[in-house]
């Protein structure tokens, strides 16, 4: 799967589309502590790290 080109994801502006890339990659759940980073990347499940 790609990203769409040009969007910004996260605060790191290389390693936060590598990240969503392997997330989707391997269908599996992304956890992070900054939900707004990776909400608008489609078909990825990302879940807040510091919820309780």
Not at 30 to 38: E, K, M, Y
Request: contains cysteine; aromatic residues 4%.
């Amino acid at each position: 799967m790609s990203l769409i080109a040009g969007t910004r994801v996260g605060s790191h502006w290389h390693a936060g589309p590598e990240i969503a890339a392997i997330a989707l990659a391997h269908d599996t759940l992304l956890l992070s502590a900054s939900l707004r980073d990776f909400r608008h990347v489609p078909g990825l499940r990302v879940e807040n790290c510091l919820a309780t």
